[in-house]
């Protein structure tokens, strides 16, 4: 284990603490935004807008984008619309996710889609999709453009990617990697990239911070898929086995199924099928995916992805930004312990 990996899962508890330090003046600038492009002269939708953007979620994808703005020296303001722009195509998704998983919680709080119904939630996100392509236009940068477009469609391409995968417990682990990499790391990539075409960056910081994004995205996205078994509510922000209830097929169940007996086999098919949900199936299938080791494996590739995060900062300098972005992926890390 090398030593920057050691950071990772020893010593105090990392936290997003740096990071939100480092950005809090220009978050400021961010929310500013954030709450007058989701106005409306329709009273639904900064209503039902202000309940998620409200919900006390951590914006660790606008925060990304501010901060490797610092790691860069940047000096402008450009960052802070794009910021918003990234929030809001995250707040899109997750309305959208909501109506299609029927998640009645998050964060702890009633979803949107069941305080105000389906209907009003997929239009609300389709608005702050409109929203975000009106800030990144106004920004004027092609590039900015193509990258957040761009990774528009692959979120939009990884969850139809994850819906057709549903309840299909025989998914290749490469094939589920994929779709991770498409629904949650591609915005986690671009948040990261646009800054260095803000700052007018050569190609090579670009791509570095890409792979930052993308990598810690991956990372962040496993973790999640470990603690639905084994954290709880209020360090989820959803209910505990969700995901398997819903018959999302992550990868320690991946991981589990492959290295099960027939009869674990059998369980796995009839649990992801929707016949075995009940608190005790939901204890059950933890106890497999502890005796199998596929939590504890599933986290292990989470640290793997964490460490070529850290690694992909390696050609930029010392800094208080450099130590927040690190810091940022042993916090996404530690969360599951």
């Known amino acids: 284990m090398s030593a920057t990996l050691h950071r990772i899962d020893a010593g105090p508890a990392p936290s997003l603490d740096p990071m939100l330090r480092l950005v809090a003046h220009d978050m400021n600038a961010v929310n500013s935004v954030i709450l007058d492009r989701m106005q409306s002269d329709v009273p639904l939708i900064p209503e039902l807008a202000g309940h998620l953007i409200a919900g006390g979620g951590k914006r660790m994808r ?3 984008t501010l901060a490797c703005a610092r790691l860069l020296d940047y000096p402008g303001t ?26 009645d919680l998050r964060r702890g709080r009633r979803t949107a889609n069941i305080i105000w119904g389906n209907p009003a939630s997929v239009l609300v996100g389709d608005f702050l999709f409109s929203r975000s392509f009106e800030l990144m236009v ?8 193509r990258i957040l477009s761009n ?14 995968a549903q309840r299909q417990v025989e998914t290749s682990e490469e094939r589920y990697l994929e779709i991770i990499g498409a629904k949650t790391a591609a915005l986690f990539a671009a948040a990261c990239r646009i800054a260095a075409v803000v700052a007018e960056r050569p190609e090579a910081e670009e791509l570095a911070l890409d792979a930052y994004g993308r990598n810690l995205g991956i990372a962040f996205q496993l973790v999640d898929d470990a603690i639905d078994y084994s954290s709880d509510e209020a360090t989820m922000g959803k209910g505990v086995g969700d995901d398997f209830r819903d018959g999302k097929v992550t ?14 086999k059998a369980f796995w098919r009839d649990a992801m099928m929707g016949h075995r949900i009940s608190d005790a199936d939901l204890r059950h299938a933890t106890g497999l995916l502890n005796s199998t080791g596929a939590i504890e494996d599933t986290l292990e590739r989470a640290r793997h992805y964490g460490q070529r995060a850290i690694d992909a900062l390696g050609g930029f300098g010392a800094s208080a930004a450099k130590a927040a972005l ?9 969360r599951a312990y």
């Open 138 to 145: 106004e920004d004027g940068s092609l590039k900015v453009l």
């Open 251 to 264: 990868l320690p169940v991946i991981l589990a199924h492959a290295r099960g007996p027939a009869a674990d």
């Open 151 to 164: 990774a528009s469609a692959v979120i939009a391409e990884g969850e139809v990617n994850q819906l057709t």
């Open 62 to 64: 606008p925060m990304l």
């Open 78 to 103: 450009r960052h802070h619309k794009l910021a918003a722009a990234v929030e809001f195509i995250h707040t899109a998704t997750l309305l959208h996710d909501d109506v299609v998983d029927g998640s």
């Open 326 to 334: 690190t810091e940022a992926v042993a916090f996404a890390v530690a």
